[in-house]
T-cell receptor
Framework: AQKVTQAQTEISVVEKEDVTLDCVYETRDTTYYLFWYKQPPSGELVFLIRRNSFDEQNEISGRYSWNFQKSTSSFNFTITASQVVDSAVYFCALIKTSGSARQLTFGSGTQLTVLP | EAQVTQNPRYLITVTGKKLTVTCSQN?????MSWYRQDPGLGLRQIYY???????DKGDVPEGYKVSRKEKRNFPLILESPSPNQTSLYFC?????????????FGAGSRLTVL
Protein backbone atom coordinates (compact mmCIF):
# COMPACT_ATOMS: atom_id res chain seq x y z
CA ALA A 1 0.00 0.00 0.00
CA GLN A 2 1.15 3.51 -0.66
CA LYS A 3 1.11 6.32 1.84
CA VAL A 4 1.77 10.06 1.90
CA THR A 5 2.60 11.83 5.13
CA GLN A 6 2.43 15.55 5.70
CA ALA A 7 3.48 15.82 9.30
CA GLN A 8 2.95 19.57 9.54
CA THR A 9 -0.74 20.06 10.19
CA GLU A 10 -0.56 23.85 10.47
CA ILE A 11 2.15 26.39 9.80
CA SER A 12 1.96 30.10 10.47
CA VAL A 13 4.50 32.57 9.12
CA VAL A 14 4.77 36.30 8.72
CA GLU A 15 4.71 37.74 5.24
CA LYS A 16 8.05 37.66 3.41
CA GLU A 17 9.33 34.72 5.42
CA ASP A 18 10.37 31.56 3.59
CA VAL A 19 8.46 28.41 4.46
CA THR A 20 8.96 24.73 3.62
CA LEU A 21 6.15 22.21 3.54
CA ASP A 22 7.26 18.63 4.05
CA CYS A 23 6.00 15.58 2.19
CA VAL A 24 7.21 12.04 2.82
CA TYR A 25 5.84 9.12 0.84
CA GLU A 26 5.91 5.35 0.92
CA THR A 27 5.51 3.08 -2.06
CA ARG A 28 6.87 -0.24 -3.23
CA ASP A 29 6.63 0.80 -6.83
CA THR A 30 9.56 2.13 -8.78
CA THR A 31 7.46 4.16 -11.18
CA TYR A 32 5.15 6.78 -9.81
CA TYR A 33 4.20 10.44 -9.95
CA LEU A 34 4.12 12.98 -7.17
CA PHE A 35 1.96 16.08 -7.11
CA TRP A 36 1.32 19.18 -5.08
CA TYR A 37 -2.12 20.81 -5.02
CA LYS A 38 -3.25 24.01 -3.38
CA GLN A 39 -6.67 24.55 -1.82
CA PRO A 40 -7.29 28.24 -1.09
CA PRO A 41 -10.08 29.34 1.28
CA SER A 42 -12.49 29.35 -1.65
CA GLY A 43 -12.23 25.55 -1.68
CA GLU A 44 -11.16 24.64 -5.18
CA LEU A 45 -8.15 22.43 -5.79
CA VAL A 46 -5.40 23.93 -7.88
CA PHE A 47 -2.57 21.96 -9.44
CA LEU A 48 0.93 23.21 -8.65
CA ILE A 49 3.45 20.63 -9.85
CA ARG A 50 3.92 17.08 -11.08
CA ARG A 51 7.13 15.07 -10.83
CA ASN A 52 7.83 11.52 -12.03
CA SER A 53 9.95 9.11 -10.07
CA PHE A 54 12.77 9.17 -12.60
CA ASP A 55 13.24 12.90 -12.49
CA GLU A 56 14.97 14.08 -9.34
CA GLN A 57 15.80 17.50 -10.62
CA ASN A 58 14.63 20.27 -8.37
CA GLU A 59 12.23 22.75 -9.89
CA ILE A 60 11.68 26.42 -9.38
CA SER A 61 8.68 28.39 -10.51
CA GLY A 62 8.76 31.98 -9.38
CA ARG A 63 8.62 31.99 -5.58
CA TYR A 64 7.88 28.25 -5.48
CA SER A 65 10.47 25.50 -5.49
CA TRP A 66 10.36 21.77 -5.01
CA ASN A 67 13.02 19.39 -3.71
CA PHE A 68 12.54 15.74 -4.69
CA GLN A 69 14.84 13.24 -3.00
CA LYS A 70 14.22 9.56 -3.66
CA SER A 71 16.84 8.56 -1.09
CA THR A 72 14.65 9.97 1.67
CA SER A 73 11.30 9.51 -0.13
CA SER A 74 10.57 13.19 0.22
CA PHE A 75 9.09 15.82 -2.04
CA ASN A 76 9.25 19.09 -0.14
CA PHE A 77 7.78 22.40 -1.23
CA THR A 78 9.30 25.78 -0.41
CA ILE A 79 7.67 29.16 -0.78
CA THR A 80 10.15 32.02 -0.80
CA ALA A 81 9.10 35.46 0.42
CA SER A 82 5.63 34.25 1.35
CA GLN A 83 2.59 36.43 0.71
CA VAL A 84 -0.84 36.55 2.30
CA VAL A 85 -2.31 35.06 -0.89
CA ASP A 86 -0.28 31.93 -0.26
CA SER A 87 -2.54 31.13 2.70
CA ALA A 88 -4.16 27.83 1.83
CA VAL A 89 -4.15 24.13 2.49
CA TYR A 90 -1.47 22.34 0.50
CA PHE A 91 -1.72 18.69 -0.40
CA CYS A 92 0.96 16.32 -1.58
CA ALA A 93 -0.19 13.27 -3.57
CA LEU A 94 1.20 10.07 -5.10
CA ILE A 95 0.01 7.82 -7.93
CA LYS A 96 1.81 4.72 -9.07
CA THR A 97 2.12 4.06 -12.77
CA SER A 98 2.99 0.37 -12.88
CA GLY A 99 0.40 -2.37 -13.10
CA SER A 100 -3.26 -1.70 -13.71
CA ALA A 101 -4.30 0.03 -10.51
CA ARG A 102 -4.31 3.81 -10.48
CA GLN A 103 -5.05 4.78 -6.93
CA LEU A 104 -4.17 8.34 -6.12
CA THR A 105 -3.21 8.87 -2.49
CA PHE A 106 -3.18 12.30 -0.87
CA GLY A 107 -1.52 13.42 2.31
CA SER A 108 -3.62 14.95 5.05
CA GLY A 109 -2.62 18.45 4.02
CA THR A 110 -0.79 21.38 5.61
CA GLN A 111 -2.71 24.52 6.49
CA LEU A 112 -0.43 27.47 5.76
CA THR A 113 -1.35 30.84 7.19
CA VAL A 114 0.66 33.86 6.10
CA LEU A 115 0.16 36.83 8.38
CA PRO A 116 0.54 40.39 7.13
CA GLU B 1 -14.94 26.18 -20.95
CA ALA B 2 -13.22 22.94 -19.96
CA GLN B 3 -14.56 21.87 -16.61
CA VAL B 4 -15.79 19.21 -14.24
CA THR B 5 -19.32 19.89 -13.01
CA GLN B 6 -20.73 18.42 -9.84
CA ASN B 7 -24.30 18.58 -8.63
CA PRO B 8 -25.64 19.30 -6.14
CA ARG B 9 -23.09 21.61 -4.55
CA TYR B 10 -24.83 21.42 -1.19
CA LEU B 11 -27.17 18.76 0.13
CA ILE B 12 -28.71 17.94 3.47
CA THR B 13 -30.40 14.57 3.68
CA VAL B 14 -31.47 12.00 6.23
CA THR B 15 -30.09 8.59 7.06
CA GLY B 16 -31.14 5.92 4.62
CA LYS B 17 -32.46 8.15 1.84
CA LYS B 18 -30.71 7.19 -1.39
CA LEU B 19 -28.94 9.99 -3.18
CA THR B 20 -26.80 10.51 -6.24
CA VAL B 21 -24.14 13.14 -6.76
CA THR B 22 -23.58 13.70 -10.45
CA CYS B 23 -20.26 14.46 -12.08
CA SER B 24 -19.79 15.44 -15.69
CA GLN B 25 -16.71 16.52 -17.65
CA ASN B 26 -16.53 18.07 -21.11
CA UNK B 27 -12.89 17.34 -21.88
CA UNK B 28 -13.19 13.79 -23.25
CA UNK B 29 -11.14 12.55 -20.34
CA UNK B 30 -10.74 8.82 -19.82
CA UNK B 31 -9.93 8.85 -16.11
CA MET B 32 -12.45 9.99 -13.53
CA SER B 33 -12.46 9.62 -9.77
CA TRP B 34 -14.23 10.58 -6.57
CA TYR B 35 -12.69 11.79 -3.32
CA ARG B 36 -13.97 12.76 0.06
CA GLN B 37 -12.30 15.41 2.16
CA ASP B 38 -12.50 15.28 5.93
CA PRO B 39 -10.67 17.43 8.49
CA GLY B 40 -7.31 15.98 9.38
CA LEU B 41 -7.58 13.22 6.80
CA GLY B 42 -7.00 15.08 3.57
CA LEU B 43 -8.58 13.71 0.43
CA ARG B 44 -9.27 10.02 0.23
CA GLN B 45 -10.12 8.28 -3.00
CA ILE B 46 -13.47 6.51 -3.05
CA TYR B 47 -13.64 5.05 -6.57
CA TYR B 48 -11.97 5.65 -9.86
CA UNK B 49 -12.62 4.76 -13.46
CA UNK B 50 -10.02 4.26 -16.14
CA UNK B 51 -12.59 4.35 -18.93
CA UNK B 52 -16.19 3.50 -19.81
CA UNK B 53 -17.43 0.43 -17.94
CA UNK B 54 -14.12 0.18 -16.04
CA UNK B 55 -14.31 1.11 -12.36
CA ASP B 56 -12.21 0.21 -9.35
CA LYS B 57 -12.17 0.80 -5.64
CA GLY B 58 -10.06 3.46 -4.02
CA ASP B 59 -9.14 3.60 -0.36
CA VAL B 60 -12.63 4.15 1.12
CA PRO B 61 -15.28 2.56 -1.14
CA GLU B 62 -17.60 1.22 1.59
CA GLY B 63 -21.09 2.64 1.38
CA TYR B 64 -20.66 4.02 -2.14
CA LYS B 65 -21.37 2.88 -5.66
CA VAL B 66 -20.38 4.32 -9.00
CA SER B 67 -21.07 3.67 -12.63
CA ARG B 68 -19.40 4.73 -15.87
CA LYS B 69 -21.82 4.13 -18.70
CA GLU B 70 -20.69 7.14 -20.68
CA LYS B 71 -17.30 8.72 -20.91
CA ARG B 72 -18.42 12.13 -19.65
CA ASN B 73 -20.41 11.04 -16.58
CA PHE B 74 -19.35 9.38 -13.35
CA PRO B 75 -22.12 9.56 -10.73
CA LEU B 76 -21.52 8.73 -7.08
CA ILE B 77 -24.38 6.82 -5.46
CA LEU B 78 -25.06 6.53 -1.77
CA GLU B 79 -27.66 3.78 -1.50
CA SER B 80 -28.29 4.23 2.23
CA PRO B 81 -26.42 7.27 3.51
CA SER B 82 -25.25 7.38 7.10
CA PRO B 83 -23.98 10.29 9.21
CA ASN B 84 -20.37 9.16 8.79
CA GLN B 85 -20.71 9.98 5.10
CA THR B 86 -21.12 13.63 5.93
CA SER B 87 -18.22 15.14 4.05
CA LEU B 88 -17.01 17.33 1.22
CA TYR B 89 -16.88 15.36 -2.02
CA PHE B 90 -14.78 16.10 -5.07
CA CYS B 91 -14.97 14.61 -8.52
CA UNK B 92 -11.93 14.85 -10.78
CA UNK B 93 -10.88 13.79 -14.24
CA UNK B 94 -7.74 13.55 -16.33
CA UNK B 95 -6.96 12.70 -19.92
CA UNK B 96 -5.66 9.26 -19.01
CA UNK B 97 -5.04 7.44 -15.79
CA UNK B 98 -1.42 6.69 -16.46
CA UNK B 99 -0.36 9.19 -13.87
CA UNK B 100 1.25 11.62 -16.23
CA UNK B 101 -1.87 13.69 -16.52
CA UNK B 102 -2.98 16.35 -14.11
CA UNK B 103 -6.38 16.08 -12.48
CA UNK B 104 -9.05 18.68 -13.05
CA PHE B 105 -11.30 18.91 -10.02
CA GLY B 106 -14.92 19.87 -9.70
CA ALA B 107 -15.94 22.59 -7.25
CA GLY B 108 -16.98 20.11 -4.58
CA SER B 109 -20.26 18.90 -3.10
CA ARG B 110 -20.88 19.36 0.59
CA LEU B 111 -23.09 16.59 1.90
CA THR B 112 -24.68 16.45 5.34
CA VAL B 113 -26.44 13.29 6.48
CA LEU B 114 -28.65 13.74 9.54
Amino acid sequence: AQKVTQAQTEISVVEKEDVTLDCVYETRDTTYYLFWYKQPPSGELVFLIRRNSFDEQNEISGRYSWNFQKSTSSFNFTITASQVVDSAVYFCALIKTSGSARQLTFGSGTQLTVLP
Amino acid sequence: EAQVTQNPRYLITVTGKKLTVTCSQNMNHEYMSWYRQDPGLGLRQIYYSMNVEVTDKGDVPEGYKVSRKEKRNFPLILESPSPNQTSLYFCASSLQGAGANVLTFGAGSRLTVL
